[in-house]
């Protein structure tokens, strides 16, 4: 039930914050704020020196290998991202920063494991968000994977991940995952990342210390700063009745659980749609076939029970009756490569839920089909062979139709 067209592309130009272990940093900090009985007017942090991890806060077996207070200069030297300068720090209103850094001694070099966590103290917040949204649309960028936090982390957060492949000296393929969480609280700014052997990936551990990080500053500024919306480009509102792109109509990082990444995404065509079905792709073509979108999230295998695959996809018809022939079609696929139906599921104008055991992949799917209006949606998610979670995979399928929702005006936008 995999879809064969959505392959998981090779990131290039990948900034050294992601690239090289030297750049494995944290950014953090925070606000003080007022006590109960005066003006809700935040204090700035100065130290940024106690708002970094500590060694005992790792695990076992690291040694700390960088332990230094950065300047406006020496952080942008090492996140050495285009355009993000150490001029452009100053005139975010830097203030201070700090970096410290841990390696594990593992049996090759260069797979050794590394981690870094800096923390770089700004003026006031609008300095910290402006700084984030730079690293983060590098990253973008520069291709570098989206991943899920699974909750908010601070103000405002993201995460990301990236692969990379290279060769020891004796010619073996070696193949690293660094993870990357960056979050902001009030002033502050952390960005917490850890290089590992790819099968060694362990993002859970990753966004647990990005939350112990985020706790050092809670403990001395327990309330947090938004930005006004004034801030952000204001949304241009477009309702109507049918859905005319299908782009949003997916599920996103936000969505799913913490740690999985999103790998792919593109527009489909109508054969691509329908699994690679040449047969059912024309007879979407033929109910009124426009555009489709999808997106694949993944997770390591070695999360045991939770999904390891989460496959979105949404098409957009002509019309309703087009929509629900191209439903019936799906359903009628899904039906003859062996999934067994497990009714609807009440998400959107029409839905069913499938089940396929695949033993001699050691995996199972859920796939949920549902039709809003002239959309029709897929949500597949593939789990240990018999480990479904029948309430996440329901769980995902109303989260895509509340994107529909909100397309046609029926919902208040998704924050």
């Known amino acids: 039930m995999a879809n064969p067209c959505l392959d998981y592309p090779q990131p290039v130009g ?99 494991r590394a981690m870094a966590c800096t923390t770089y103290l700004f003026a006031d917040p609008v300095g910290a968000h402006d700084t984030l949204s730079l690293i983060v649309r590098a990253a973008d960028e520069a291709g570098v994977d989206r991943m899920s936090l699974g909750a908010s982390l601070g103000d405002e957060s993201a995460g990301f991940q990236i692969d990379t492949e290279f060769k020891d000296l004796l010619g073996t393929s070696i193949s690293m995952t660094t993870t990357g969480v960056v979050f902001r609280h009030a002033n502050a700014l952390s960005l917490v990342s850890y290089r590992a052997p790819s099968n060694q990936d362990d993002p859970g551990y990753v966004i647990a210390l990005a939350r112990k990080q985020l706790d050092l500053q809670k403990a001395v500024a327990p309330v947090g700063v938004t930005i006004p919306d004034l801030v952000a480009a204001p949304r241009a509102e477009s309702f109507g009745s049918s859905h005319t792109d299908a782009t949003n109509l997916v599920l996103t990082v936000k969505d799913v659980p913490g740690g999985m990444r999103a790998r792919s995404e593109g527009a489909l065509t109508a054969q691509a749609f329908a699994a690679g079905d040449a047969d059912t792709g024309a007879m979407f073509e033929s109910h009124g076939f426009l555009s489709a979108y999808g997106r694949v999230f993944t997770r390591s295998s070695q999360f045991g029970k939770e999904a390891t695959v989460i496959r979105s996809e949404t098409a957009i018809l002509t019309d309703n009756r087009g929509a629900h022939e191209a439903f019936r079609d799906l359903s009628d696929l899904a039906s003859a490569v062996g999934a067994r139906a497990l009714g609807t599921v009440g998400a959107g104008d029409e839905s069913r839920a499938f089940r396929l055991d695949d033993y001699e992949e050691d995996a199972s799917y859920i796939e949920i089909l549902f039709r809003h209006r002239n959309a029709v949606s897929i949500v597949e998610i593939q789990f240990p062979a018999r480990l479904v979670n029948e309430a996440l995979s329901v769980d995902l399928a109303t989260k895509q139709v509340t994107r529909q929702l909100v397309d046609l005006g029926m919902l208040k936008p998704l924050r």
């Open 14 to 112: 990948i900034p050294r914050l992601f690239a090289q272990s030297a750049a494995l940093i944290v950014l953090a900090a925070a606000c003080i704020p007022a006590a109960a009985s005066a003006p809700a007017v935040p204090a700035h942090l100065s130290v940024a020196i106690a708002l970094v991890l500590h060694v005992d806060d790792v695990k076992t077996g690291a040694t700390q290998s960088l332990d230094t207070a950065l300047t406006a200069d020496d952080a942008a030297a090492i996140l050495g991202i285009r355009g993000l300068t150490g001029g452009l720090f100053a005139q975010n209103g830097f203030a201070n920063g700090y970096v410290r850094a841990f390696a594990w001694k593992d049996a090759s070099p260069l797979a050794a």
